[in-house]
């Protein structure tokens, strides 16, 4: 696995030798933020050896290098999921490679179905810390000690010094945003009422199907990660309305141009902050 991941490194490094100290990854719908990127380069998932494309519609599927304003950048738009029948180091791949291309921070967004009742569709949460319902730890199998250790701190995976610095943007931009608890879940079929309740019991404020695997590859290399959640709708049960993917694009597009300030605003201040 690793000579896989060192070989996708390689393949992008031929392609730019530009050297990214963030990276990105984009969620479902959420894809704008590529617009304010001046791209180096463009690269197709299914370009780069070893790396998988997805399925789902909204997502896009590809590696863009280049510059946010200042500040050099790697942004995957469009993710694999566990739920499209991925292995986890399939889906963790991606973000072992732009982990390995040498970035200090990654920014990974989501949508989200609303678990606490404070809050409403079309509501940002920079996400505070996650709950790995996914039914597996997706770095289960022999360690790869070149990328980190066997057991892993999750105690800071999402730094609240990171998060500090999404607020400050926030309120520059005048854009509201909450702060709360991810759960993941495998998908693809949404939760159930009764469930949603169990979830909120155990201290979830939003649930979704992507994203822990993501965090858990970074906490493994050290990298510390700023989550964003676009919370699309309420999750099953809290409305008298079913749930549909449909609206989960919808809110997406909706929110798009105040998730964008709000990112690049991000990419910006991680720019001028190194880490230490
Ligand atoms: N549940 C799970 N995943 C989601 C949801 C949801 O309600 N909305 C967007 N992704």
Avoid: W
Avoid at 106 to 117: I, P
């Amino acid at each position: 696995m690793f000579k896989k991941i060192e070989e996708a490194v390689s393949f992008i490094r031929s392609k730019s030798s530009l050297q990214p100290l963030v990276g990105v990854i984009l969620g479902s719908g959420l894809g704008d933020v590529v617009d304010a990127i001046e791209a180096d380069v463009v690269i197709p998932y299914g370009d780069i050896p070893g790396a998988r494309a997805s399925s789902v519609v909204g997502h896009s599927g590809k590696l863009v290098l280049g510059r946010a304003g200042a500040v050099p950048v790697v942004v995957m738009q469009g993710r694999t999921h566990f739920y499209e029948g991925y292995s986890m180091d399939e889906v963790m791949f991606l973000a072992r490679v732009i982990g390995r291309l040498g970035i200090t921070r990654l920014v990974v967004t989501n949508a989200a179905g609303g678990v606490n009742k404070g809050y409403s569709a079309g509501d940002l949460m920079l996400i505070s810390d996650h709950i790995n319902f996914l039914g597996l730890n997706p770095l289960r199998g022999p360690n790869i000690d070149e990328l980190g250790t066997r057991f892993p701190d999750m105690s800071a995976a999402y730094p609240q010094e990171l998060r500090d610095i999404a607020l400050l943007v926030a309120e520059d931009v005048g854009i509201k945003v909450q702060e709360g608890v991810y759960l993941a879940l495998s998908g693809p079929s949404y939760e159930t009422p009764a469930e949603i309740h169990a979830f909120r019991v155990l201290g979830a404020d939003a649930v979704g199907m992507s994203t822990v695997p993501e965090v858990i590859a970074m906490s493994h290399m050290g990298i510390p990660v700023l989550g964003i959640s676009c919370i699309t709708n309420m999750a099953a049960g809290i409305l008298p309305q079913k749930l549909a993917h449909a609206e989960v694009i919808e809110t997406t597009r909706r929110v798009q141009k105040e998730f964008t300030a709000l990112v690049l605003g991000v990419l910006k201040r991680f720019g001028e902050k190194p880490v230490g």
